[in-house]
Structures are given as C-alpha cells and as structure tokens.
C-alpha cells in the first residue's frame, strides 16, 4: 500500500514533465515564427498548442480531485491522500452513523462526514466502478460531491446557448374544447374521415364510441399496454394506421399514451428518415396528422409539451419539436372522477417533479417559472381534498396542474430526477411516475448545497407552501404515500451503467443546479439501492 501510496503521489510529475517539455518545443517554434513565418511553422505551433492545453488540463484535474488511497485493517481505515494520512477508527464511524459492519465488505467507495468537513475515501484498483457505501440516513449525514469546474464550465456555455435560442421559440398551446361533441367536430373541421384512436387498457369502450356519435367519422382503436412506449410498439402502431387507412390520431391516457402518439405521428410522415435521427432538439419540421389528446392522468404533461420520451434499442431518448404538440385538448370530468386514487398518487407526483425540476434549473424565463409556481401551488392546495374526499373540483385542479407544469418543463427543461429515473425505466421496465416520486426528495436535497437553488427552495417554502418547509413537504409525502422505500429492481452490478445512462441524459442538456458527475449519479443509485428508507415516526 505504502508503495502504490508514493506511486500516486509521482503520478502527476508524467503529465507535468510532458506539459514543460511541450512548453520547450512551443516557445521556440514561435521563436523562429517571430523570425520566418511560414505555414508549417504555424501548424507545428498550433498542434504544440493543443497537447499544452492537453496536459494542462490534466494537471489541473489530477489537483482539483487528487487520488486517494484506502487500505482496511480489523481496526482501523487508513487513508492515504496526496499530502497526507488520515486514520479513522470503526468504532467511531459504527458508534456515530450506526452502520452495520457487513456493507464494509461490499464497498468501493466510502463516503461520509467527519467533524463537517466531507471526506472521501477511493479504492484506486476499481477506479472505474461507480458504486458507493451510504453511510447514514440522508437528514443525518448528506454527501455532495464536487462539482468538476471544467465539465461545469462547458454545461454552463451550453445552457446559456440554449437559453438564448429558446427564447425565439413560439410555444403553441393546444386549444382547450369544452364539449366532447366538438372532438368530431375539429377531426371534421380538418378533413379526417378515420380516426387512428391510441388508448390506456381499462378504458371502456362506450367512452369512445359516445365521442362519434352522430357523425360520418369512422375510428379504429389501438389498444395496447405501453407503460414505456418503444421504437418496435411505434413501428406496430404505424403498420396499423396504414393498413386501415387512418388519417388522424386521437390520443385517450397519460404520458406513455400521448407520447406514442406523437411518435407515431412524427413516423406517419417519415418513410425514409430512421425513427430515431429525430431524437434530440427541433430536428422534426413536418406536421402531425390532426391530433387531440384526451388526459386520462395528471402526470406527464405530455398534453402541453413539445417532447416525447421514447425508447429505442439501447437507450431512452427525446423527440423535442414544436410540430409534435397536440391540436387541441379535451379534459373529461368522466374519466378525471373514474381515476383510482394510486394512479392520481402517481401522477401527481410526476407532475410536482416537472414543476419543480423546471423552476429549480438554471434558465431565467419569468413567464414558465410562474407556470412552474402556479402548479405546485395548485398541488399543494388540492391534493388532499382530491385524495381524501374524492372531489371533482380539485382533481380538475390537479389536471390543471398537471398542464402548466407540462408548458414550465417544455420550455425549462428537467433534471437529476428525470435523468436518475429514465435510466430506471430503461433497464428495469418500471414505472416513470413512482420512480420519480422516489427519487424526488433525495435529488431536491442535493440543491440545498447550491446557493440560488437554496433562495429558490426558501420562496417555495415561504410564499407557495404557505411556510411549510419544501423538504419536510416532501418527506411527508413520501411517507403518507408510500414512496419511502428502496427500488429493489436496482443491481449493484447495474449501478456503473445506470451512472453512465443518467449522466449521458443530463449533462449538458440539463439546467441543473448542480452538474452531478458519474460518482454522484452511482451515490444516488446505491442510496435506492439500500438506504433511502425513513420510517414513520
């Protein structure tokens, strides 16, 4: 050990002997540029440039997040870092955190607090590996890890970049109908004759046929179970709206309904394009076939927003385009009173997730943070009246919810939470709702650690929760509902990979207060993996 320790410490003279023998070789190639210019001259010292920079960076990295070295005895953890040695007995971290001694057998990487000041412990053998040891339930003892400055640095340039080319975007709300007679009205209106109609397994079916009475429409019904729709159950849906010659699309369910449906909607138009090279950013330009959606959930917004989440063969990814918003909405008090109260649940913490990852990112857009407040303020005021006492008037409330956090998260984009859940629902096929409402907590409490997150989470509490703390609300939520409990579907040996997925989501597409690194995401997972459990005191 103590020679790997000596090894670690030499470690950074190999970029630093390379950085100065480049910096030799550059400053007399510009010696003789200043002599005779010439071409190659100049090529030479641009090339000599990059490589400087190249180590450069390297050494920068290896002292801003230096190596540390771990060695375990049957007393005591040694830690060797690049200036110094530090010893902690069992006891203490036993006798403090109250951690059982079998997960000592199991780590990678140990992290926890010791008299306030963070310590971070790295088995340099396994460096690769992002799985990490919780030490302490998240209200006793919290790690953070440092942000990398340079990764942040280029996220931050990315976000401005984004911020200004998202403030010339014109949003087309879709027009709200009053009546479910003017559904047939407005498919009429824009020339359809068949409906394609996508809806949730329980739906009756006289739901669908009162939508076509009395009228020469004609509809056919898709009805699959899609709780994470993909490219193959798009591809199937597409088969189906040809070979019965549909020429338009009326979307019946919640976000995993719509998004197929605008999906399949982008594919209706595309026959030469592969499905997923519109994955990402406006890269859709062609109109859908006239589409309505009827919510049957309050939870993604996906009725409001411009993205549709799809899975393709190896990854989750995002068609986001302004062609892809619904024509018009109809929110139907039949199916808004018929929603069993676990799915309301649900949803409803989905959309508080959108609402609140979206006020809490980055971007300074004043209008969708209003969007974003006002629904969490509707959540909070209602959800309790429509859980408990079953009342229309607030389940309507929570639709609306549900609505403008959809417009805030379209235009502010999401966060840690989506990106940590996404790869849960790729890899494990689970429920996007519930697994954001599992992840939500942990993830908020992480923002405390950033300063204007911090003033944000202090508005919320004081001026929408009615000086309620944001913290202890969603605490109590997790407890009344049940989402205090770990994912068991989590491998440990999954953990590297989800990290990987998660952290190729977010960065530097996210606006997040905090740019979490790989090590971050992998705290987060083995924290659902084992020890994000709070019992009801």
């Given at each position: 050990m103590q020679t790997e320790f000596k090894k670690a410490k030499i470690a950074i003279?190999?970029?630093?002997?390379?950085?100065?023998?480049?910096?030799?070789?550059?400053?007399?190639?510009?010696?003789?540029?200043?002599?005779?210019?010439?071409?190659?001259?100049?090529?030479?010292?641009?090339?000599?440039?990059?490589?400087?920079?190249?180590?450069?960076?390297?050494?920068?990295?290896?002292?801003?997040?230096?190596?540390?070295?771990?060695?375990?005895?049957?007393?005591?953890?040694?830690?060797?870092?690049?200036?110094?040695?530090?010893?902690?007995?069992?006891?203490e971290i036993f006798t403090i955190y109250n951690v059982p001694s079998s997960v000592l057998t199991t780590s990678i990487f140990i992290i926890y607090l010791k008299n306030g000041k963070k310590i971070k412990i790295k088995y340099l053998k396994d460096d690769k590996i992002a799985s990490l040891m919780i030490f302490s339930k998240?209200?006793?003892?919290?790690?953070?890890?440092?942000?990398?400055?340079?990764?942040?640095?280029?996220?931050?340039?990315?976000?401005?970049?984004?911020?200004?080319?998202l403030h010339f975007i014109k949003y087309p709300l879709p027009k709200e109908l009053k009546n479910i007679k003017d559904i047939a009205l407005k498919f009429k209106e824009k020339g359809a004759k068949k409906v394609f109609v996508?809806?949730?397994?329980?739906?009756?079916?006289?739901?669908?046929?009162?939508?076509?009475?009395?009228?020469?429409?004609?509809?056919?019904?898709?009805?699959?179970?899609?709780?994470?729709?993909?490219?193959?159950?798009?591809?199937?849906?597409?088969?189906?709206?040809?070979?019965?010659?549909?020429?338009?699309i009326l979307a019946i369910g919640g976000g995993s309904v719509i998004d197929l449906a605008k999906t399949l909607g982008v594919s209706i138009k595309n026959n030469k394009k592969d499905l997923e090279r519109y994955s990402g950013l406006f890269k859709v330009r062609h109109h859908l076939p006239p589409f309505i959606v009827i919510p049957s959930t309050p939870a993604s917004g996906s009725e409001m927003s411009y993205a549709s989440v799809i899975t393709f063969k190896d990854k989750k990814s995002s068609i986001i385009s302004t062609k892809i918003i619904p024509d018009y909405i109809f929110y139907s008090d039949e199916l808004i009173s018929l929603l069993p109260k676990e799915t309301l649940i649900n949803s409803i913490m989905d959309a508080l997730t959108h609402a609140l990852e979206s006020y809490l990112n980055v971007y300074r857009y004043k209008k969708y943070d209003n969007y974003a407040l006002s629904a969490i303020k509707l959540i909070y005021g209602n959800l309790t009246k429509a859980i408990n006492e079953n009342n229309l008037e607030a389940k309507?409330?929570?639709?609306?919810?549900?609505?403008?956090?959809?417009?805030?998260?379209?235009?502010?984009?999401?966060?840690?939470?989506?990106?940590?859940?996404?790869?849960l629902s790729y890899k494990y096929n689970l429920s996007h709702a519930?697994?954001?409402?599992?992840?939500?907590?942990?993830?908020?409490?992480?923002?405390?650690?950033?300063?204007?997150?911090?003033?944000?989470?202090n508005y919320i509490s004081k001026n929408i929760l009615n000086n309620t703390n944001l913290i202890t609300y969603l605490d109590n939520l997790s407890i009344n509902y049940g989402y205090n409990v770990n994912i068991k579907d989590i491998r440990k040996e999954d953990i590297s990979f989800l990290a990987k997925h998660a952290k190729k989501e977010a960065i530097p597409l996210y606006g997040t207060p905090l740019v979490y690194s790989k090590i971050m995401y992998s705290y987060m997972y083995l924290n659902l993996y084992s020890y994000y459990k709070k019992e009801k005191k």
């Open positions: 003279l190999i970029p630093l002997l390379f950085f100065l023998l480049f910096l030799v070789f550059f400053l007399l190639n510009l010696y003789a540029l200043t002599i005779e210019y010439s071409i190659l001259n100049l090529i030479i010292e641009i090339i000599l440039g990059i490589f400087e920079m190249f180590f450069l960076y390297k050494i920068l990295k290896f002292l801003f997040t230096p190596k540390i070295l771990l060695k375990i005895n049957d007393e005591e953890i040694i830690i060797y870092k690049f200036n110094k040695k530090i010893e902690i007995k069992y006891q998240l209200d006793h003892n919290f790690f953070i890890d440092k942000e990398n400055l340079f990764v942040k640095f280029f996220v931050r340039i990315f976000n401005f970049f984004e911020s200004l080319f996508l809806k949730y397994n329980h739906l009756n079916l006289t739901f669908i046929d009162n939508i076509f009475k009395n009228s020469d429409l004609s509809y056919f019904v898709f009805n699959k179970s899609i709780p994470n729709p993909s490219e193959e159950i798009v591809l199937e849906a597409k088969n189906e709206y040809l070979k019965n010659n549909c020429d338009s309507r409330n929570l639709f609306k919810a549900s609505s403008l956090a959809g417009v805030a998260f379209s235009i502010k984009g999401v966060g840690n939470v989506h990106a940590l859940s996404h790869a519930k697994t954001n409402a599992i992840i939500l907590p942990l993830v908020i409490k992480t923002y405390l650690y950033n300063k204007k997150a911090y003033k944000k989470i």
